[in-house]
């Protein structure tokens, strides 16, 4: 069974940067798409942004356009998140998940895999 293990996380400033990493040990990473979602307190799981397995389609949440950057590394089984000009409402847990299909979807149920997730704290 596919295993995800998030870092980069911690806390930053408002207009601030943070880079996620996300490595997976599942062996068809590199024919899956890729996804982030976070989840604030009292909030369900949202999507962040979306990667097809070999890069050539991102989605990002309206939320995040322009101020995030998803991409891949399939020699390293390992997908990125890069952050910026974060802001207070960007708080939350970040998960990474994947889809063993090779297709975004924005649905948090079309995901198969999931890591534990790494905390964004945002200070104003």
């Known amino acids: 069974q596919g295993q995800l293990v998030e870092s980069g996380g911690g806390l930053v400033q408002a207009g601030g940067s943070l880079r996620l990493s996300c490595t997976a040990s599942?062996?068809?990473?590199?024919?899956?798409?890729m996804g982030w979602f976070r989840q604030a307190p009292g909030k369900e799981r949202e999507f962040v942004a979306g990667?097809?397995?070999?890069?050539?389609?991102?989605y990002y949440a309206d939320s995040v356009k322009g101020r995030f950057t998803i991409s891949r590394d399939n020699t390293k089984n390992t997908v990125y998140l890069q952050m910026n000009s974060l802001q207070p409402e960007d708080t939350a847990v970040y998960y990474c998940?994947?889809?063993?299909?090779?297709?975004?979807?924005?649905?948090?149920?079309?995901?198969?895999?999931w890591g534990r997730g790494t905390q964004v704290t945002v200070s104003s």
């Open positions: 998940a994947q889809r063993l299909h090779i297709g975004v979807s924005v649905s948090v149920t079309a995901y198969d895999y």
């Open positions: 990667i097809s397995w070999n890069s050539a389609n991102t």
């Open positions: 599942e062996r068809t990473f590199s024919s899956n798409a």
